[in-house]
């Protein structure tokens, strides 16, 4: 029997190729890499912005930092370009002022000035060759100064500092330079910053606070500076303290934050698209609507709770300065109310400045910064009670309002608030003449 072939199906597949498992993708196979590739771009992006942004001077205006003993300060060595009002292009010294390095020891031939104060003295809005400081010394030094005596304005002006920051400041920073005069500079309505609780920026809390007992000391509280430390803001400034000294992009992102809540506040207000609530303006003040001064006599007691004095005004009515006349508006709120409340804690706050001067041999004077009529700002009550202060201590005492709103209207001396290059050369005039007046340059 023979063998039969078994047939052969030409038709029949090919068996598949055995199924190999797929390549896992670069992605999966060098994450790290890629991760650190991230990470490095993202540095060299941040890092390209941030130098721009410096070149540009943009995201500099985040500024001051909280300190424990004044509250609040400049960052040592913080440069800064102003955009919110003017132009100015400062560079703070090491000790954080808007001014160049002075040794703390005064050499033997040079004459010392100490100008205090805030804002306005800080002099943001301008270059520091135009401020006020900076030219008053070139004249002192031009038609006072010699071989044996040398002049220095030293500027120690920090924004919304109170009289109470004042008055601390001369004792932790002004003395250490040992100054011949001790100017300090009020703005209007300072005597409001005395009160415990203040709107505005965010660090308008972050400061010690006075008020006087009833033995009528003054007495020194930090209950509001630790209570801000703790809220949003407050540990907000804290752990971003880094970010805000050295980051431009941080410093423009506040910037823009900041802009956003001013905005949303105006919105609120009926100021943006006439949405809001409507504002009722300030009606300007005539002579004849003003209320009679009272003197600042005898006070009663103030308590030294931080909710602020409750003590009141007594004495006759005084007769109305030569200022008083001029009908300039005034700012909104209870203004006089306002002013008899603290002006016990700006009283003695003043005193106790003029006395810490004799006893470090400096002579003391009081400039009262210009009224601000362009923004509704004057406060004639004040104005009256730091006069009539001025003269009971003997001490030399101007008032640059008058100068200010009677020089020619065609000069633009104020932006919204501080002064413009102009204002700072009309002060300087001032300054010069009053320290002249009141031999303040020394024999």
């Not at 809540?261 to 105006?266: F, G």
């Not at 004495?315 to 005034?330: D, H, M, N, T, Y």
């Amino acid at each position: 029997m023979s063998a039969t072939a078994t047939p052969v199906n030409h038709e029949a597949k090919a068996a598949p190729p055995p199924v190999m498992p797929e390549p896992k993708s670069a992605a999966r196979k060098n994450w790290p890499a890629l991760l650190l590739e991230s990470v490095i771009a993202l540095v060299v992006v941040v890092s390209l912005v941030e130098c721009l942004f410096a070149l540009a001077g943009i995201g500099e205006q985040e500024y001051l930092r909280v300190d424990p003993v004044l509250g609040f300060v400049p960052m040592e060595g913080k440069h800064v370009t102003w955009r919110k009002e003017g132009n100015g292009h400062i560079q703070f010294n090491s000790q954080g002022r808007n001014d160049i390095e002075r040794p703390f020891a005064k050499p033997a031939d040079t004459y010392r000035i100490a100008m205090v104060g805030d804002s306005f003295v800080e002099a943001l809005q301008v270059d520091r060759h135009l401020n006020f400081c900076t030219l008053l010394e070139k004249q002192l030094n031009e038609k006072y100064g010699s071989a044996k005596k040398h002049f220095e304005v030293i500027n120690f002006g920090c924004s919304a500092n109170s009289l109470g920051q004042f008055y601390k400041k001369l004792n932790t920073q002004v003395f250490a330079y040992h100054p011949d005069v001790v100017m300090v500079n009020i703005s209007v309505d300072a005597t409001k910053l005395l009160a415990p609780i203040q709107g505005g920026f965010a660090f308008a809390n972050a400061r010690p606070t006075f008020t006087v007992d009833k033995d009528g000391k003054l007495v020194e509280d930090w209950q509001i500076f630790r209570w801000w430390n703790s809220t949003p803001d407050g540990k907000r400034f804290a752990k971003t303290a880094f970010l805000r000294q050295y980051s431009h992009i941080w410093g423009a992102i506040g910037v823009l934050m900041g802009s956003y809540q001013a905005w949303y506040q105006d919105l609120l207000a009926g100021k943006v698209w006439g949405w809001g609530a409507p504002v009722q303006p300030a009606a300007p003040v005539t002579a004849a609507a003003k209320k009679p001064l009272p003197a600042p006599g005898s006070y009663s007691a103030v308590n030294s709770s931080c909710g602020g004095s409750t003590g009141r005004v007594d004495g006759q009515p005084v007769a109305a300065s030569p200022r008083e006349k001029i009908a300039l508006p005034q700012a909104q709120g209870d203004v006089e109310g306002d002013t008899r409340k603290y002006w016990p804690v700006a009283e003695k706050l003043i005193t106790a400045m003029e006395t810490d001067c004799r006893a470090h041999q400096a002579r003391f004077a009081v400039v009262h910064l210009p009224a601000r009529p362009e923004i509704g700002f004057d406060n004639p009550l004040e104005t009256s009670y730091l006069q009539q202060l001025c003269t009971r201590l003997a001490v030399p005492y101007v008032d640059l309002t008058d100068e200010f709103i009677n020089a020619p209207k065609q000069v633009a001396l104020i932006y919204s608030v501080h002064m413009t290059p102009d204002g700072h050369k009309l002060a300087t005039r001032e300054y010069f003449k009053f320290i002249e007046k009141n031999k303040l340059q020394g024999e």
